[in-house]
């Protein structure tokens, strides 16, 4: 709840220094007196848009702080503490400071912040309703979350995490299988271009080591001549008219004769001689191979050079060197194969995008059931707060309707708007653009005495709620603000006897010429002399000892 605020050099207020506590608290003054300078005021320290037009005077700057004590579990300390600032025992003081020039300055516990922060956290410190709002509850953009929050306070179930989880898996589905439909239509394009390289790699058939095994042959190709007379004369030398092998059997077989009488003095020679033998005939084989294997016919060199052209060609187009050319038929076979299988894999994505849409639809429509029971118990219990606010020929309708799935959110798929009909047969609209101004405020009041109980805890203002009322409407008016003060701290600006002598603490607003200059002062009214303030409210600036009567029989106990 808010507990100080120290206004300085404020339009007419030069120094002040108010202290809040919980319950109902009322200000009361003549019609010009500054009330709205208090809330203009705060307005600042929560983040308003600053002026420099509201420095009093010959004042250099303004300033105005507001405390506040919150409960552990406050909202507002989450955003504080999302900024690494501390609030020491739930205490978070907001600052402004602005100096002639229209700059400012804003803090949050004496850290410097910027004025959108002070709004982010206002926002979950203060409610402002008076005659011409545009925020709050006559914002339609709100009212989802306020009969969610109402739904919950009054036991209406409602799967709120699971609709949320299971938007959040549809949504992560539909992105999966956009992604894959994309990457299949550029793909498709690529397929022919695929296809015809495939069968060109799959005609052409490379292997590995081909190109050097191709260089080889063509080498002794082109030199087959050459090689083929240095074999035969080779063959010749062997088997000409000195018999190389015949001669090595020879000599093989008179030393293997002797070999046994000679004591081991001839095994090493008879073993090289068999060597011998065996290797010359291996190499007389050889040679026959090879002399066999060399094929001087032209049109064999012109085949390998038509093999490494083609390989070679392929090995440009494909930005590779020959031998990679096996992993790049593969690599591209595989990319086709995938191709191929996308159809498949774009069909089983389709089939769970299509189940998680259809849990979340399920789940989002049993929400939107609980809302619709939701709102008709508001609807209800709001019904028996207007009459005695003197909107008894009014209406008050939460209409809870499907949204298009292209709106579809975490959420669900409701639209909530609060809407009224000030006039019986009329047709219900907006609560903001239907209700006159007093009619407004009281539909607000009527609204919060409802939410109370879910609403999250925040310091409510009501400026001028009563309005344009009087008698029994404004008595009806002073007991439900009395009310809504049991669960939230309420600040009330009020020209009503009987929403005064609700409060349970009082301020009188006056203006008070000193030396030339006007300044405005709040002081707190005393139980001695709430009396005769209530009278000069009943009665004007002639206090009568009639209204001092009724004044009394006011603050004795007001009827409920």
């Given at each position: 709840m808010l507990t100080h605020l120290s206004i300085r050099d404020v339009v007419l207020i030069d120094n002040l220094d108010l202290e809040f506590e919980s319950g109902l608290t009322v200000m009361t003054g003549e019609t010009g007196a500054g009330k709205s300078i208090v809330l203009d005021a705060l307005g600042l320290a929560l983040g308003a848009r600053a002026d420099a037009g509201m420095i009093r005077g010959q004042a250099d700057r303004l300033s105005v702080a507001a405390s506040f004590l919150l409960a552990k579990n406050h909202p507002a300390l989450g955003i504080v503490a999302e900024q690494g600032l501390e609030a020491e025992e739930g205490v978070v003081v907001l600052r402004r400071v602005v100096g002639k020039d229209g700059r400012g300055k804003a803090f949050v516990n004496d850290s410097p912040a910027s004025a959108g922060l002070l709004k982010s956290i206002g926002s979950h410190l203060v409610e402002v309703h008076g005659q011409f709002d545009t925020h709050g509850l006559l914002d339609a953009a709100t009212h989802l979350d306020v009969l969610d929050s109402f739904r919950a306070a009054a036991g209406v179930p409602g799967a709120d995490d699971a609709c949320a989880t299971l938007y959040t898996t549809w949504r992560r589905a539909e992105r999966e299988l956009a992604d894959v439909r994309e990457n299949i239509a550029k793909s498709l394009g690529d397929r022919d271009y695929l296809t015809s390289v495939v069968d060109d790699l799959v005609a052409l058939d490379p292997k590995a080591g081909e190109e050097r095994d191709l260089i080889d042959r063509r080498t002794v190709l082109k030199n087959a001549d050459q090689i083929r007379t240095a074999l035969v004369e080779a063959r010749q030398a062997l088997s000409g008219?000195?018999?190389?092998?015949?001669?090595?059997?020879?000599?093989?077989?008179?030393?293997?004769?002797?070999?046994?009488?000679?004591?081991?003095?001839?095994?090493?020679?008879?073993?090289?001689?068999?060597?011998?033998?065996?290797?010359?005939?291996?190499?007389?084989?050889?040679?026959?191979?090879?002399?066999?294997?060399?094929?001087?016919?032209?049109?064999?060199?012109?085949?390998?050079?038509?093999?490494?052209?083609?390989?070679?060609?392929?090995?440009?187009?494909?930005?590779?060197?020959?031998?990679?050319?096996?992993?790049?038929?593969?690599?591209?076979?595989?990319?086709l194969a995938e191709i191929s299988a996308s159809g498949a894999r774009l069909s089983e994505l389709a089939e769970k995008a299509a189940a998680a849409k259809a849990a979340f639809e399920r789940s989002a429509r049993a929400l939107h059931a609980a809302r619709r029971v939701a709102a008709e118990t508001l609807d209800r219990a709001v019904a028996k707060e207007l009459p005695p606010l003197k909107l008894d020929k009014s209406t008050f309708r939460t209409a809870v309707a499907e949204v298009g799935e292209d709106a579809w959110s975490a959420r669900g798929l409701s639209r909530v708007t609060f809407e009224v009909a000030t006039n019986p047969g009329s047709v219900p609209g907006p609560l903001a653009k239907i209700a006159s101004g007093g009619e407004l405020a009281r539909f607000m009041l009527a609204l919060k005495v409802v939410l109370a109980a879910s609403a999250p805890p925040c310091t409510m203002i009501f400026d001028e709620v009563d309005a344009g009322i009087s008698g029994a409407t404004a008595n009806a008016v002073g007991e439900r603000l009395s009310r809504l003060a049991r669960s939230v701290q309420v600040f009330v600006v009020t020209h009503s006897a009987q929403v005064a002598a609700r409060a349970t603490h009082h301020w009188r607003v006056s203006k008070a010429s000193r030396s030339g200059a006007t300044t405005t002062r709040i002081e707190p009214v005393a139980a001695a002399r709430r009396r005769e303030e209530i009278a000069r409210m009943l009665s004007g600036a002639n206090v009568t000892d009639e209204a001092r009567a009724a004044a009394e029989s006011l603050l004795s106990g007001p009827p409920s």
């Open positions: 008219n000195a018999d190389v092998e015949s001669q090595l059997r020879a000599a093989h077989a008179r030393i293997a004769r002797t070999a046994a009488s000679a004591g081991g003095q001839l095994d090493d020679a008879a073993a090289a001689l068999e060597r011998a033998v065996i290797e010359a005939s291996e190499a007389a084989a050889a040679i026959e191979r090879a002399l066999d294997g060399i094929d001087p016919d032209p049109a064999a060199l012109e085949k390998i050079d038509e093999r490494l052209f083609q390989l070679r060609s392929a090995a440009r187009k494909h930005h590779c060197q020959i031998d990679e050319l096996v992993a790049v038929r593969e690599r591209l076979a595989g990319q």
